[in-house]
């Protein structure tokens, strides 16, 4: 099954919909990552990251994006459509410490993510056979935002779906990327799988029928997937604002060039520019007249020029 998706402008920096990847231009790290982050093809300080996978996502509330609604057929057979928002994580550790590298090499890098241009799912026949239908939106088109999907369960997959994805985490589908990117200097159509994971859900989001749920309601208890998106824009952010705290103030020579221009024929009658040379004190005329050191801060060196 194959579903284009428009895209919209989003990322976690503004980006041209148009730009693309470039797998000509690898990106260097001082130490091994085991994460995927490209370069733009025209803006140098643009680059892409890529979620390692994809889990179910959390409302406000931190309750599942998933629902999951039994029913009977014209025939009474049982059958079930569940309805799940996915979205992506990212290994943090490694994510940061190469966005930590990327911006000391480049204080004006910015990250984004890749548009697509289409989708194809897959699901694992053998772990769920009774699924009758997939069918999955990528929200805004781009790589790395939430997907939103609706399962349609049969009578002879119903009781084993819901089984499985409540004892066992593991992988629903396939999600395979379809987007365009430079590669050995041509733009090239790539495919990236991505695989989508769910599992120890609790079935007290599935609906029987009648309307009540399976089970009562209880804590869900997720696998550690990672960091979402929201969580590394943060700390990107959080970066940023170390950085311009730690950054060092800018001095503006101009501006003490012409103060020193402005006071120099106090102590150099020649008005020759200044240089700062020989071991003398500033009080003291060295071998060349027109030459002093000056050993003190500047604010008191140009008030005993103003005196």
Known sequence: MKKLCTAVAFSIAAQNIFAMPNFDKSV????????????????PHNFYLFPQRFGVARDEIKKLKF???????EQHNLRAFIEVTFTPYFDKDSVLA??????????NSRFSLVSIIGTELEVPKILFPG???????????????????RIEVNTLGVNLFFQRVSQN??????????????????IKEIHHTIP???????????????GGPLTKPKDDQQEDLGATLEEIQEEISKMADEMTQHAPSVVNIDEILKKFNRYRGNITPTGEPWIVSNPCGI?????????????????????????
């Open 98 to 107: 190469a966005i930590k590298e990327i911006k000391r090499n480049d204080p």
């Open 283 to 307: 009080n003291a005329l060295c071998a060349n007249p027109n030459r002093y050191e000056i050993r003190q801060p500047l604010p008191e060196v140009f008030e005993r020029f103003r005196k």
């Open 196 to 210: 989508m994971y769910a599992g120890k859900i609790p079935m007290s989001y599935v609906y029987k029928p009648n």
């Open 169 to 186: 985490f593991l992988v629903l589908f396939n999600n395979t990327y379809s987007f365009n990117a430079l590669s050995a200097n041509e």
């Open 28 to 43: 260097g790290f001082s130490a091994p990552m085991q994460i995927s982050i490209l370069r733009d093809t025209e803006d």
């Open 131 to 149: 699924i009758e239908k997939l069918d999955c939106q990528t929200i805004g088109g781009f790589l790395g935002q939430d997907v939103n999907c």
């Open 67 to 73: 629902y999951g609604q039994q029913y009977y057929d």
